[in-house]
């Protein structure tokens, strides 16, 4: 608090203490004091004094009581002389005491608004250093202010800014290095494919010209190298896919019908996995491409599959379920019961090229592409949890279309 709110804020309490002492004193404790000393009232104690001598001397059989009457009485009148005879001293010091009173009650006031206000600055201190550690760029802030007046809501803003700017940084430099990591792709498609083609020309020709049987080895050899060819072609094939990856075009649907959808459609397409559904309470518009995020909850179903097979496992399970994510958001979680992910690539899961499988089974790029899928929807893909009682994914989708990312 400055200088200048401090003499403004003592000043008006002055100023509403000094009315108030003189407003009492006015109302008050002035008309108390003018009514014990008023000239009518001493008149007629005396009076009343004199009656009942009177009264006495005619009726002797009650001179007592009226004996005693008039002792009272001259005591009443008595205690009002000495009331009007000191009557400024005792209003000084009634003043005395009602100012005393009033600064007393001033001080404690004073200093609960000092306290209040001390503590007010405080707060305000810590929002002037949480908003330069926001523009410094630190992120998902604690500035650990609950309280529900504005200052309190605007301490909870900060840290859903501070949030939602970790967020973006987070997404931002994800989708830059995958953007480096698609462009090398690109190159690597481009250079492998013009030798591909020409490697697969020669080996037709090859197969040609040994035509005879006494060849038949050399023939079988050429076959080989044509299945490597043909699954080099494959991976310059996903090289491709990954680094064309489309933008989605999202519409607002329901949640749980896209999804339970997809359950329907796709319950038979893997042997070794029982899909399963938990539908929604009530409906979930979220803002998505269809064909894109069937092509997600493909990926995702093929790792599970995959997974369990690796396992030895008969059978598996895949659950999904969707709901209300807050923040103007909904999601949708695919979890198994399958081995969980090897701890040791857990941290890097959506990088490219992460995989546990075996050479010449997978490129790595699936949970990467799914990931620069649900960002480019505006939203994201997460690993919630991953043990030996399975895997989560939980997929978001904004609610809106103009709040998906462009």
């Not at 002492?21 to 000393?37: A, K, M």
Request: charged share 30%.
């Amino acid at each position: 608090m400055n200088l200048r709110s401090a003499v403004v804020t003592l000043c008006g309490m002055l100023l509403a203490a000094a009315a108030v002492l003189w407003l009492f004193d006015r109302e008050i404790s002035g008309p108390w004091f003018r009514l014990g000393v008023q000239p009518e009232i001493t008149s007629e104690l005396e009076r009343s004094m004199t009656d009942q001598k009177a009264l006495a001397r005619f009726d002797p059989q009650h001179r007592d009581l009226y004996h005693a009457r008039f002792e009272a009485t001259e005591a009443l009148l008595n205690h009002f002389r000495i009331l009007e005879h000191n009557q400024t001293g005792i209003r000084r010091r009634w003043e005395m005491i009602l100012l005393a009173a009033v600064l007393a009650v001033l001080a404690v006031a004073g200093g609960l608004h000092l306290l209040r206000q001390g503590r007010l600055d405080a707060r305000l201190e810590r929002l002037r250093l949480a908003l330069i550690a926001l523009s410094d760029g630190q992120e998902d802030l604690e500035i650990g202010d609950r309280r529900r007046d504005v200052i309190g809501r605007i301490a909870g803003m900060i840290e859903d800014t501070s949030r939602a700017m970790a967020r973006d940084r987070k997404r931002l430099s994800y989708l830059k290095n995958l953007s480096g990591w698609q462009e090398t792709a690109r190159r690597h498609a481009h250079e492998i494919r013009t030798p591909l083609t020409a490697a697969r020309l020669e080996l037709t020709r090859l197969e040609r010209l040994l035509g005879g049987e006494e060849h038949e080895e050399t023939r079988q050899v050429a076959r080989s190298v044509g299945e490597e060819l043909e699954r080099l072609g494959r991976f310059t094939q996903q090289f491709t896919s990954f680094a064309r990856l489309p933008q989605p075009r999202p519409q607002v649907h329901d949640l749980g019908r896209v999804v339970e959808e997809f359950v329907t459609t796709f319950a038979a397409a893997w042997p070794d996995l029982d899909l399963r559904f938990e539908t929604p309470d009530q409906p979930l518009p979220a803002a998505l491409d269809r064909d894109m995020l069937r092509q997600v909850l493909v990926n995702l179903c093929d790792n599970s599959s995959l997974a369990i097979r690796a396992a030895g496992e008969e059978r598996g399970t895949v659950t999904l379920r969707a709901g209300e994510a807050g923040s103007g958001s909904v999601y949708l979680d695919v979890a198994d019961d399958g081995p969980g992910i090897a701890p040791e690539i857990r941290s890097r899961v959506f990088e490219p090229y992460a995989t546990t499988r075996r050479v010449g089974e997978g490129m790595g790029l699936g949970l990467a592409i799914c990931k620069k899928i649900l960002l480019d929807h505006g939203g994201d893909l997460e690993l919630r949890s991953s043990s030996g009682a399975g895997t989560t994914f939980r997929l978001t989708f904004p609610r809106r279309v103009e709040d998906a990312a462009a």
